[in-house]
RNA sequence: GCGCCCGUAGCUCAGUUGGUAGAGCACUCCCCUUUUAAGGGAGUUGUCAUGAGUUCGAGCCUCAUCGGGCGUGCCA
């Protein structure tokens, strides 16, 4: 069978769940991932979407049973605490502890905060082209869908308590209650002891220190919530999950959520616990703090494939998520790729490959490297990537341009680099008067010299100057180029630069730096 | 205190079911060079955190110790 071959994790993942299905009735397998709209996606949400995404594509292949992913919101959680990332902040603060689909839009764009994030989230995995179907939680409250669900917990409400009152501090245990109600003349979600059950109603009662009254409210449509483990093992029953992945911080919360399901007579989904992401110095990345980098971040520096490689490698350890990673990312997903179309048939499933970029169009020449563009874009004042482009002509001249697209694509990721991180440590130095001679005669030289010309041709119109110039050391010449020029000690081989860079940029380049000077 | 994960070359990390320790970067040398390398080739680098155990054989399995991270309140 081909199946033994098939060892990488997605297919370990999805062999799970055909174990599942074995001995089930169910005719579709539902995945899951969840997302709290208090912020923007960021990249661990991203990761668990793509991980998901490839556990399923793994499943698609073992399996006719059809599959699908819902992409989860918790839309009706409280908020708790203003946001430090955006404007109308005392807007946000009216309107703290209600359901965040209740808070205005702060971008004063959408009818509230959570579907400014919601529609945020969807462009963004849209723009990943995931397959997937997005579920707001505040829509499946109102609209009735859990009311099963809900009656499920409600039933079972002192099994429940069981489970969890133990799990709290002192305080905690206190005002501890499955559902949260919704206050009807705040809005806010109230974190309040039930005081009573009313089992013909299917009604809470409890005291609310808003209104200083005791109260009621139905379980039903939306009037309340449920605190989260109980509202995730109440969301795995009702919309049937058979497989949803999460963080290790969530680790206490599926095994609480994981007996409640049980309680209520579920069957609590595959399950697969990835390690979170560090930054440089070893600390977890929270959005809070800042730390680590960011999805857009990666995407300045390399395209979307390097971040997937990045996220499918060994989802089970600890990774440090910070810059020095992306081009050495970007160079294995480089070498998997030349090395795809080699493998035997049986070995392609168990390649990152045929997980992120099955066809495999796009390839790039085998000696050229991310790491080496990045090289070349910091040695040759790489502002366009037709410069890096007559570097790289020029090394291998049977390159087709129409052909290299991908290879284009690094060059431009290349330019992004140079100007981010070279261009902004150039240290330009003054020209000696006898440097100035020369830069002058260059120019001379430059201005009568046809476009047709060829490197060699112009590094030997350099080196004459240089000559001419009796320069002790003729380095010197060369250096006082790349140090008033260009603002660096080393730089590429003059002649071939002045070709790609061009020889009126030169010109130009040559008498802003003279009439710079101080 | 308890639970889980991690500790491999100067740095960042790979090491599949136990079978002679690897890659990239860095470093050294050579080639290429009418100044250079961004290139090509060769080379150096390890008590696999420590100590014991299982085994014919341990980076991998077991136990203990040390060091780091996360969880263990609330919230999600």
């Not at 993942?13 to 709290?36: M, P, W």
């Not at 800042?290 to 060994?314: A, C, H, P, T, Y």
């Amino acid at each position: 069978m081909v199946e033994n071959n098939l060892k990488v994790w997605p297919f370990i993942e999805a062999k799970k769940l055909l174990k599942r299905f074995e001995n089930s009735k169910k005719k579709e397998c539902i995945f899951q991932t969840g997302y709290g709209p208090s912020g923007l996606p960021h990249i661990g949400t991203f990761g668990e979407v793509l991980r998901t995404t490839m556990v399923m594509k793994a499943f698609r292949y073992l399996s006719d049973i059809p599959s699908k992913l819902f992409v989860f919101s918790d839309d009706m959680d409280g908020l708790r605490k203003v946001p430090q990332n955006i404007p109308n902040q005392n807007l946000i603060k009216e309107n703290l502890e209600k359901p965040l689909s209740s808070i205005p839009d702060p971008f004063g764009k959408f009818k509230s905060f959570s579907e400014h994030n919601n529609n945020k989230l969807i462009d963004f995995l849209k723009g990943f082209e995931f397959d997937f179907i997005f579920k707001s939680s505040t829509e499946q409250y109102k609209s009735g869908k859990f009311n099963e669900g809900l009656e499920a917990i409600f039933d079972n409400y002192e099994d429940i308590c069981n489970v969890i009152l133990p799990t709290l501090g002192k305080d905690r245990r206190e005002t501890y209650s499955p559902f949260l109600p919704i206050c009807k003349s705040s809005g806010k979600v109230l974190q309040v002891k039930v005081k009573e059950l009313n089992k013909s109603l299917k009604k809470i009662v409890y005291f609310n220190p808003i209104t200083n009254s005791e109260e009621d409210c139905s379980i039903f449509n939306g009037e309340c919530k449920l605190q989260w483990k109980v509202d995730w093992a109440m969301r795995w029953y009702v919309l049937g999950i058979d497989y949803e992945m999460n963080g290790k911080d969530l680790i206490e919360s599926y095994i609480l959520s994981n007996k409640i399901t049980k309680i209520i007579g579920g069957r609590s989904p595959v399950n697969y616990t990835y390690e979170l992401f560090l930054d440089e110095k070893g600390e977890k990345i929270s959005k809070s703090i800042g730390n680590g980098i960011s999805v857009d971040d990666w995407l300045r520096f390399s395209n979307k494939k390097s971040l997937e490689l990045f996220m499918f490698q060994n989802p089970s350890r600890a990774k440090r998520l910070f810059f020095d990673i992306i081009p050495k990312t970007t160079d294995e997903l480089l070498k998997l790729k030349n090395d795809y179309e080699n493998l035997p048939k049986e070995q392609k499933f168990n390649s990152p490959i045929w997980f992120i970029d099955e066809k495999n169009e796009e390839k790039t020449p085998e000696k050229i490297s991310f790491n080496m563009i990045l090289n070349l874009a910091s040695v040759c004042n790489a502002e366009s990537s037709e410069i890096l482009w007559g570097f790289i002509e020029n090394y291998y001249p049977k390159i087709v341009k129409e052909d290299n697209k991908l290879l284009n694509e690094l060059l431009g990721y290349g330019v992004v680099f140079y100007k981010e991180f070279i261009l902004p440590n150039k240290k330009y130095r003054n020209p000696s008067d006898k440097e100035k001679i020369g830069f002058k005669k260059l120019i001379e030289v430059l201005e009568t010299s046809s476009t047709d010309e060829e490197p060699e041709e112009i590094q030997t119109k350099i080196y004459e100057i240089g000559m001419s110039l009796k320069f002790e050391n003729l380095k010197d010449w060369f250096s006082a180029f790349y140090q008033v020029i260009l603002g660096q000690d080393q730089g590429p081989r003059l002649g071939s630069f002045i070709k790609f860079y061009g020889l009126k940029k030169t010109i130009l380049l040559l008498e802003e730096k003279l009439s710079d000077e101080k």
